[in-house]
């Protein structure tokens, strides 16, 4: 519950600072590169940028780009997960939009018979690394000013700047809180395929161009489309309580190695996303281990999961003897033995028997 607030304390700051972000964002647009600099400590384009890396005392956190997708997470305790990108670039604005205060300059330093230490960089409060297309960028953070409301920091081999303390907020930040934790991404509307494998067998749901939503298996019958998509967005709205284990090699231990209880989403252009279950967490009422198939990464969800695994399909079929929406009807036959009736919808809108 602690790493659950946290996270929410973390995006509630990032979304407060966003109006303000985006703000920064287009004004920087409008300022020259090289004024921008002399006003600005940070210049990170997301676009060329590879990674970055913030350094506490006993803690560090790297956000690494990898195939053109951001992982995140420490390496050196846990190994890194997948990342939510939106996060990250919201963090990454975060740090543009930290403005030079008060400038120390080395020769004000001779003169007053100081040095870096004074200001704390002797043993810096937070070191922030970046590689870009142009290199390694560092940035050390120092203790704050005497009225507590700005940081000293500094670009590695330049002056020292006052800066808002507002970048604690942005930057101290544990391993797991930009991790995404969304199960199956993307829009509803784009998903073409549902696979269910379960103990008791396989189900397949497909969503043909013509007739729509149609159960392929294990019997051939037609879907309540309503039904169905509510079954979706029920899977897009599940969400990762927390993260156990990176890069894990054996998931037997977590109950992960078989392939029986298994949701999988295939896509119109090809993609497909399956999640796997697992047992219970035993110290963790209410929770079971999953993994994505094409991730190590263990995490934990609500077990009420199981609820979506374990659907009758007899709950998905569509039920109803005429599937022709009322209004697509122009004529009606009926008969019984040599009675024999029929019914048409004139230009007028208007029923005849004929």
Request: proline content about 3%; charged content about 25%; glycine content about 8%.
């Amino acid at each position: 519950m602690k790493k659950g607030r946290s996270t929410l304390v973390l995006i509630i700051s990032i979304l407060v600072l966003g109006i303000f972000i985006w703000l920064q964002e287009t004004w920087r647009a409008k300022v020259p590169p090289k004024a921008y600099r002399q006003i600005r400590l940070f210049d990170l384009n997301p676009e060329t940028l590879v990674s970055v890396q913030f350094q506490y005392t006993n803690l560090v956190v790297d956000c690494i780009k990898e195939n053109g997708i951001w992982m995140t997470g420490d390496r050196a305790e846990g190994g890194l997960g997948r990342a939510d990108v939106e996060l990250v670039y919201r963090m990454i604005s975060g740090l543009n939009a930290m403005g030079k205060g008060t400038t120390i300059t080395a020769k004000q330093l001779e003169v007053r018979g100081l040095d870096a230490g004074e200001y704390g960089f002797d043993h810096p409060t937070l070191r922030i690394t970046a590689v870009d297309n142009l290199g390694e960028h560092v940035w050390l953070i120092g203790r704050e000013t005497p009225l507590g409301d700005m940081l000293y920091a500094k670009h590695e081999g330049d002056d020292i700047y006052t800066i808002p303390s507002k970048l604690l907020e942005i930057a101290l930040i544990e391993p797991d809180q930009l991790r995404d934790r969304t199960v199956f991404s993307g829009s509803i509307s784009g998903v073409r395929r549902i696979e269910i494998r379960r103990s008791n067998g396989f189900a397949q749901i497909i969503n043909e161009p013509k007739e729509g939503w149609r159960i392929q298996q294990p019997v051939a019958a037609a879907a309540d489309s309503k039904i169905v998509e509510e079954f979706l967005e029920k899977l897009h709205l599940l969400r990762i309580e927390d993260f156990v284990a990176e890069n894990v090699s054996d998931f037997a231990v977590y109950g992960l190695q078989a392939e029986t209880r298994q949701i999988s989403l295939g896509g119109a252009d090809g993609t497909s996303r399956m999640l796997i279950l697992g047992d219970e967490v035993s110290d963790r009422a209410g929770l079971i281990y999953a993994r994505r198939a094409d991730d190590t990464s263990v995490f934990m969800l609500q077990s009420d999961v199981l609820d979506l695994l374990n659907i009758k399909l007899k709950e998905l079929r569509d039920v109803r003897l005429l599937s022709l929406p009322a209004k697509a009807v122009s004529s009606i036959s009926i008969g019984r033995g040599d009675e024999h009736v029929e019914l048409l919808l004139n230009e007028s809108g208007r029923w005849v028997i004929t």
